[in-house]
């Protein structure tokens, strides 16, 4: 599934560049309608799959160590580049933080005043989810189900939701959208926190 | 995120009454992966449209992209670590 990804990701790059601007966006925003249409039929796979909830039920509260290894690892990674390319520290901690959410963080960075390190983290982030469709199949195969919502981060309770679906089963799907929405919710405070 | 929540709420409560007869729920299923196809084929036009995005990839993507892939392969090891210490007993059954 990641090469089928990756080329009609590529593909649409490529159209993407060629295409004028007033088209493009149009068709990206059909994208937003064509995401709420998979999502609701993703949410009827779930509703379909009743034991679903009561494994979920019974994992409980344990469930949130999922987005908290995204959330420290992510940041960790940030860290590590910060160092490898001699950047302030804390500049890696923010590109980070934007856990795979590009429009956000972007824009709360650059409203601060930082719109170099603004665009950054919205390339890294943008980078992130085009990772993320390519790796979630590969992670799901030779890792575990559980590691494969790692990638997308806050993405997985949306545009990546239904690639883990496809790849994984109805329960992940479930921990995949708690993880997603977990992120989803860190990501302002966390930047807010890190801008000072 | 609210139209996001009631989109897959909505799925979820016809999911479950069990309206939908067994050939519909398959055709569900295929309907996803064309949906999905065409989405990421989308996504990747808004992404090569976004003067934005290619404006700023010849100053900052390569710098970016090490942000990118460093915080993924961060993730992917701490919620990995996570799950062999955590969720030994709720991944046997999986892969």
Redo the contacts between chains.
């Keep these: 599934m990641s090469l ?2 990756l080329g ?10 060629f ?1 004028p ?1 007033a ?3 149009v ?2 925003s ?2 937003t309608w ?17 034991e679903v909830f009561a ?1 979920i039920r019974r ?1 409980g509260l ?1 469930i949130l ?2 987005p ?3 959330v ?7 860290l ?2 910060a160092l ?2 001699q950047d302030p520290i804390l500049d ?1 901690a923010v ?2 933080s934007g ?1 795979g959410w590009y429009s956000l963080p972007g824009i709360m960075i650059t409203d601060a005043g930082r719109p ?1 390190l603004g ?15 390519v ?1 979630i199949p590969l ?3 030779h ?5 494969a ?3 997308p ?1 806050a993405a997985a ?3 990546s939701l ?2 883990v ?2 790849n ?2 109805a329960e ?1 799907a479930v921990v995949s ?1 708690v993880s997603g ?1 977990t992120c ?1 919710i860190v990501v302002p405070i966390l930047i807010g926190a890190l801008l000072g | 995120m609210t139209m996001i929540i009631v989109a897959i709420g909505l799925g979820f409560v016809v999911g479950l009454s069990d309206i939908l007869g067994e050939r519909i729920l398959k055709l569900n299923g295929k309907f996803q992966n064309v949906c999905l196809m065409l989405l990421i084929l989308f996504m990747g036009i808004g992404i090569g449209g976004n003067p934005e995005v290619t404006g700023a990839l010849g100053t900052l993507g390569g710098k970016a992209l090490l942000y990118a892939i460093l915080s993924v392969l961060g993730a992917v090891s701490c919620v990995y670590a996570i799950t062999k210490v955590f969720f030994k007993k709720e991944l046997s059954s999986k892969n």
């Design positions: 089928t990804i009609f990701l590529s593909l649409g790059v490529v159209v993407g560049l295409l601007s088209v493009a966006e068709l990206s059909a994208s064509m995401l709420l249409i998979l999502i609701f039929s993703v949410g009827i796979d779930l509703g379909v799959n009743k494994q994992l344990k160590l999922v908290f290894g995204v420290a690892g992510s940041i960790f990674g940030g590590v580049g490898i390319l890696g590109i980070a856990l170099i665009t950054t983290t919205f390339l890294a982030n943008c980078f992130r989810e085009v990772i993320s469709f790796t992670i799901a195969v890792l575990n189900h559980y590691t919502i790692a990638p981060g309770m949306d545009t239904p690639v679906r496809a994984t089963d992940t959208f929405a989803t």
